[in-house]
Structures are given as structure tokens and as C-alpha cells.
């Protein structure tokens, strides 16, 4: 990491999510390509898993997903490492009645060994949670602890080879921005005057990460490599019916070869051994 140490890292993060913990969920309904991405992210995970099942969510912020899959029938536990997303997930979760089928904890993934062991069906993260974790390989040990044998988990996680970020920076002049997540290391990314410590990771490095916990991977797709990234969320208001027709495209051919190991997100699915 160089600048900072895992601890550090871990503070800053926190204080970036608690800062925009409450805003958090609006803001990122009210963003079209967000909302498409995680509609895409939500399909897959009801179509891996059964309503019933026992989920676990990684870096659940403010229960985004939790509601409506606790509506849907799914058992769900969140955790999330910001004590204050931590708040806003349990606020929502009483006013909508779903305490029976739904609770968060206030625990970072890298202490997922103080959960009960194989008491999940599946992990889900959804938007790069575990691109904020120092050690994957650790994480993906106690997720694979905290799952029933062949338990499933699906991550949407950042992408290191964005096209559109590449080509947008490089076009404005900005080589080092374009060319950030090359970065091997975790990156300082600015989060509304705070840091999120950020790694970014090739869809085949996240995997070799869960290899050696036995994971395999069931299925791999880009989020947004024709379709461009949440930041440009403007341009998707100005061109709905353009970028709806980019995201369909990112459906047809996303799990193509070299397609899908570039984009602004990956989602992938694999299944514990
Ligand atoms: C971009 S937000 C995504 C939130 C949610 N999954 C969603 O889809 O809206 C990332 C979340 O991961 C949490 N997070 C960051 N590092 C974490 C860690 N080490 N352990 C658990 N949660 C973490 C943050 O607090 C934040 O709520």
C-alpha cells in the first residue's frame, strides 16, 4: 500500500461511507445506469438462488438490496464495516417490516471469522465492497467458511480495464487518470472530500483469488464495458433511450471472451467446491 497501512486504510474507508451514508441510497436509485446495473446484478442472484435461501450480504451499505430481496422471500444478513450505513440499513429494514427475514451487523468482511461457520446458502456483494478488502485471499477464505458446501456467491466488483474511462481521460488529456486502476496496489479514490482505499482487479486475478478457498467460477459477465459507467449518469439522462440500447448490448455479448473481462464493474458467480 505504501502511503497508508491496512488499518488506515480501513478508517478512511469507513469515515468515506459514513459521511454519505445518508444520501447513499437515494442518490444511487436516482443514477439510471446504476440502477440498470444493479437490476442485472439482482436477476442473477434470483436466478442462482432460491427464495428461502440464507443470504449473506458483503458491504450491505444501506440495504439496497436487502429490501427488496427480504421482500422476495430470502433470508438475509447484511454486514457492512461504516457503522453509520450500518443505521440507515437497520432503519429501513423496521420501516419496512422485515425484521423477521432481515438484520445487519456492524462487521467488516476481514472479521467474517466472528460469524457462525457454513450457516449461509449464498454471499452477495453488490458495487465493490470487496474492492476495498486488503486481503482477498483471506476474505475469500472466510467467505467460503461462512458458506454450506457448494454455497454460491455472486460479487459485482470493480473492473482494473474500463474502456470508456480510458478513452474519456485519455481524450481530455488526463493519462493518469485514465490509466488509475492500473494501479497494482489500493488507490485513494475521492469520495465527497474523503477516501475510499480502492484495488481494482481483472475478472481472472478475483478469481485466482477465490481458487484456493474453492470457489469456481459459474459465470462471468461485464457491467458496463459498452455501456458506459455510473459517472456518466448525466449523459444517460440526456440519451435514455442510447444507453438502454448499449446496456442491451452488454447483455447479448458481455459474457463474450475479451468482452467480459473488461468493464467498469464484472459480475461473477462461482460456486464453493
Ligand atoms: C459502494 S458501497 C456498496 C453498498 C451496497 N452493496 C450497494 O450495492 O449499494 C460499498 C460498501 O462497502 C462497505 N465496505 C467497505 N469496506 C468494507 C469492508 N472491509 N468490510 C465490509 N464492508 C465494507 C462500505 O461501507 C459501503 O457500504
Redesign the pocket.
Known amino acids: 500500500m505504501g502511503i497508508v497501512t491496512a488499518e488506515q486504510a ?1 478508517a478512511e ?2 469515515r ?3 459521511n454519505v ?1 445518508s444520501t ?2 437515494r442518490s ?1 436509485e436516482a443514477n439510471p445506469i446504476l440502477h440498470a446495473m ?1 437490476l442485472r ?1 439482482r436477476a442473477v442472484l434470483e436466478r442462482a438462488v432460491m427464495p428461502g435461501a440464507r443470504l449473506l ?6 440495504g ?2 436487502m429490501i427488496p430481496l427480504a421482500e422476495a422471500g430470502y433470508d438475509v444478513t447484511g ?4 457503522a453509520a ?1 450500518v443505521d440507515q440499513a437497520s432503519r429501513r429494514i423496521v420501516n419496512a417490516g422485515l425484521a423477521a427475514r432481515a438484520r445487519v451487523e456492524h ?5 467474517l471469522r466472528d460469524l457462525d461457520p457454513a450457516r449461509f446458502d449464498a454471499a452477495y ?5 470487496l474492492n ?3 486481503d482477498l485471499t483471506a ?1 475469500a477464505r472466510d467467505i467460503s467458511a461462512a458458506l454450506r458446501p457448494r454455497g454460491v456467491l455472486v460479487a ?1 466488483v470493480i473492473g482494473r480495464i474500463c474502456p470508456w474511462e480510458i478513452a474519456l481521460y485519455l481524450a481530455r488529456g488526463a493519462r493518469s487518470r485514465a490509466t488509475l486502476r492500473f494501479t497494482r496496489d489500493a488507490v485513494p479514490v475521492p469520495l465527497e472530500g474523503r477516501t ?1 482505499w480502492t484495488r481494482y482487479y481483472r475478472p481472472g486475478e478475483f478469481v485466482r483469488a477465490f481458487a484456493g478457498a474453492g470457489f469456481r467460477p459459474i459465470l462471468l459477465r461485464t457491467l458496463g464495458c459498452i455501456a458506459p459507467p455510473p459517472y456518466l449518469d448525466a449523459f444517460a439522462r440526456r440519451h435514455p433511450g442510447f444507453v438502454a440500447s448499449l446496456q442491451t448490448l452488454d447483455d447479448w455479448i458481455g459474457a463474450w471472451p475479451l468482452i467480459r473481462s473488461v468493464g467498469d464493474h464484472f459480475l461473477v458467480v462461482m460456486r464453493r467446491a
Open positions: 480501513l474507508t469507513s468515506a461511507f459514513d451514508a447513499y441510497d444511487n444493479r446484478v450480504d458483503l458491504g450491505s451499505g444501506p439496497t438490496d454486514i457492512d464495516w461504516s450505513m462487521l467488516g468482511i476481514h472479521q456483494s453488490n458495487f465493490g465492497a476495498c478488502v486488503a476474505a459485482s475510499v
